[in-house]
């Protein structure tokens, strides 16, 4: 069983993305990892 994304996770996610590439491109894994962890949110 995998574990739920937390917002703290994806915001570690699109840190390190952001930093590696300067920038977080619509799409990429950080996006989709933040748009996870603000439904896991709502619930």
């Known amino acids: 069983m995998s574990k739920k994304m937390t917002s703290k ?3 570690r ?6 930093k590696s590439t ?3 491109s619509k ?3 950080s996006s989709r990892a933040s ?9």
Do not use: E, P, T
Request: glycine share 12%.
């Open 9 to 11: 996770a994806a915001a």
């Open 13 to 18: 996610i699109q840190s390190a993305s952001a």
């Open 22 to 24: 300067g920038k977080v």
């Open 27 to 29: 799409g990429s894994f």
């Open 35 to 43: 748009s996870a962890a603000a439904k896991n949110g709502k619930k």
